[in-house]
């Protein structure tokens, strides 16, 4: 079984009301959220990875890529 943590959120009375009211469960939505925050830090951390990458890439250059191709080539 996964271990749990709770986690708690101050909110205005009138919503907690008007979830009650709509039947929406207040866990159900933190959840949802906690999860979406989750992914979209990564989702941005990949990028960030992705970008510093590409910029090293650049940095080399077409003829160095065809040098280094062209090398390992050779040394089989």
Do not use: N, Q, Y
């Not at 906690?34 to 250059?61: F, M, N, Q, T």
């Amino acid at each position: 079984m996964t271990e749990m943590a709770t986690v708690s959120a101050k909110i205005e009375r009138w919503k907690k009301e008007e979830m009650d009211e709509l039947g929406i469960s207040p866990s159900e939505v933190i959840k949802k959220a906690v999860d979406d925050a989750i992914l979209r830090e990564k989702r941005e951390k990949a990028a960030e990875g992705v970008s510093e990458i590409a910029s090293l890439l650049r940095r080399v250059g077409e003829d160095g890529w065809v040098r280094s191709i062209r090398e390992t080539r050779e040394e089989r």
